[in-house]
């Protein structure tokens, strides 16, 4: 069964079974695949998570049968929302404002602007574009990163300068209201190319947004493990802290969820890696994980919190002219400690390329530039200074738990790999503490 078939028989079944318990594993099974590679696939065709598909189709038909008069209480218990407040909370983060504003900004046309997902088809496409002053004859393609991986089911290059990005009107919007704060930064974003009528974008069914492509590309490995690698760690640090400035004027209109770090480590990742470790001899002592258990837990409440990106690894940061110029990706955004950020993209450009010569070595610069680098426009607090360290293994110690319990040869291989990154870490504790 090809990708969109088997999306499309998932988003039927979804409809049918909205007031139900629906899980990805179930959905998964229903078409044949691992539920990892259906989340995948199903990102891919739709733009968006299933979780986050069916809490946005539960939403909708929830608000649609209260504005049609019924009582809200008994209408989102039967959608699976514990209390009303908890859907309305879902419904600001979604939408952006409350049920009833959003009731008398579009009250009249609620049925043409809540619905499933669709299938785009060219010819869709091509009847959009059709309402910009842009050369209708360019080719069409889907967009990819460099790894191979589509970016989603709803964004297309137009040629070689342009993005089309046609979808769910929470998620464009919240991409645009996002581009026009990091735009502030200063970093090199496109506006929307305006349509004929003059408006920002198509609006509709869905919200069709075009826009030119973002300057810059990701910085080649010969760059990050260079003799100016400590240099270029310095800019993708204070990138972040840039890209955090932004997150944070957008932090209250999108109302992200909160992500409890320490917890996921204590109560899942941690017991994982104690059995990876005498499994695969890792060489890690009780000794190490006692004194996480203890520091970490002692200074994680102190760390500062905030709206972050959640997958800054160097394929999503993007440089032109040898300065960072703009981020892609932000899936996975959610409120976490801030110091998650630039600890991941230090760890990402490790892994992402193993295997060069004396990276071991080298890699301690790159870090040391990293958080000097956003130090130097976000200044860290004390207390932040002294968590790097047990935020590198969290971030280990999450990716080595979660690739060891995947199918695959891949997987195994990914795991294996963060698992040796933890062990050197580990090994090089002080170091890093040295860093401030």
Request: one cysteine or more; aromatic letters at 12%.
């Amino acid at each position: 069964m090809q990708a969109a078939d088997s999306v499309k028989l998932a988003l039927d079944y979804i409809e049918q079974n909205l007031k139900t318990t629906i899980t990805a594993e179930e959905l998964a099974d229903m078409a044949g695949y691992s539920a990892w590679h259906y989340c995948r696939m199903f990102a891919q065709v739709t733009g968006m998570t299933v979780a986050y598909y069916i809490r946005k189709r539960r939403l909708d038909s929830a608000f649609m049968e209260i504005s049609n008069g019924r009582k809200a209480i008994d209408v989102v218990l039967e959608y699976g929302f514990d209390t009303y407040p908890g859907f309305y909370k879902a419904f600001v983060r979604t939408y952006g404002c409350s049920p009833k504003k959003y009731l008398s900004l579009y009250g009249k046309n609620l049925l043409s602007r809540f619905g499933g997902f669709t299938m785009i088809n060219e010819h869709d496409l091509r009847a959009a574009l059709s309402n910009w002053n842009v050369r209708q004859d360019l080719p069409l393609r889907d967009l990819y990163i460099m790894d191979g991986s589509k970016v989603s089911g709803n964004d297309w290059a137009l040629g070689d300068e342009y993005i089309l990005k046609i979808g769910e009107r929470d998620r464009l919007l919240k991409d645009l209201h996002l581009q026009k704060a990091l735009a502030k930064q200063g970093f090199l974003l496109s506006a929307p190319i305006a349509t004929k009528s003059g408006a920002e974008y198509l609006d509709g069914a869905s919200i069709s947004i075009l826009m030119k492509k973002t300057p810059g590309g990701p910085l080649g490995k010969d760059d990050r493990f260079g003799k100016n690698r400590r240099d270029f760690g310095f800019k993708y640090g204070a990138g972040i802290a840039k890209l955090h400035r932004a997150l944070s004027d957008v932090e209250r209109d999108i109302l992200p969820d909160d992500a409890d770090l320490y917890g996921q480590i204590s109560e899942w990742a941690m017991p994982a890696i104690k059995k990876q470790n005498e499994q695969y001899e890792m060489g890690l002592f009780d000794s190490f994980f006692e004194d996480y258990a203890r520091s970490f837990g002692m200074v994680f409440n102190k760390l500062p919190k905030q709206l972050i990106h959640r997958d800054p690894n160097p394929s999503n940061i993007l440089f032109d002219g040898g300065d960072v110029s703009g981020f892609i990706n932000f899936d996975l955004s959610e409120r976490n400690i801030r110091l998650w950020d630039p600890c991941y993209c230090a760890t990402g450009i490790l892994i992402e390329w193993r295997g060069i010569e004396n990276i071991y070595e080298k890699w301690p610069d790159i870090i040391d530039g990293i958080l000097h680098g956003y130090d130097s426009v976000n200044a860290l607090t004390q207390d932040e200074k002294q968590a790097v360290f047990y935020v590198i293994c969290s971030i280990q110690m999450i990716c080595a738990a979660w690739f060891g319990k995947q199918d695959g040869d891949e997987y195994k291989e990914l795991a294996k790999t963060n698992r040796e990154m933890l062990s050197f870490i580990v090994e090089n504790k002080k170091r890093i503490m040295d860093i401030f």
